[in-house]
């Protein structure tokens, strides 16, 4: 059973910095994209975050010049970096970890998922 062990956050005050970690002890880690979700109280779960096997990032509007998605092969680890906290951005946060092979099955995980607040 693969997992993904997150790591980082908790209670940050407004205006901070976080930077949440996701590792997956899996041979393809290098060969698969890499995602952030979150899920506030009352909303529906939303992607934060993206980046690629090949490093390509993307992110949605919403989060941009704020959210900042990166990995290291290395250590099988994604990182998420949140600077200028806003309370609004108070969420269980999940990474996902998608491999499709040219041949074979794809394989999808999700994280546990951790509780991050920034108080009002």
């Known amino acids: 059973q693969v997992q993904l062990v997150e790591s980082g956050g908790g209670l940050v005050q407004p205006g901070g910095s976080l930077r949440l970690s996701c590792t997956a002890s899996?041979?393809?880690?290098?060969?698969?994209?890499l995602t952030w979700y979150r899920q506030s109280p009352g909303k529906e779960r939303e992607m934060v975050s993206g980046?690629?096997?090949?490093?390509?990032?993307n992110y949605p509007d919403s989060v941009k010049g704020r959210f900042t998605i990166s990995r290291d092969n290395a250590k099988t680890t994604v990182y998420l970096q949140i600077d200028n906290l806003e309370p609004d951005d108070t969420a269980v946060y999940y990474c996902?970890?998608?491999?499709?092979?040219?041949?074979?099955?794809?394989?999808?995980?999700w994280g546990q998922g951790n509780q991050h607040t920034v108080p009002s």
């Open positions: 996902t970890l998608d491999y499709r092979p040219g041949w074979g099955h794809r394989r999808f995980y």
């Open positions: 980046i690629s096997y090949d490093g390509r990032t």
């Open positions: 899996v041979s393809y880690f290098s060969s698969s994209d």
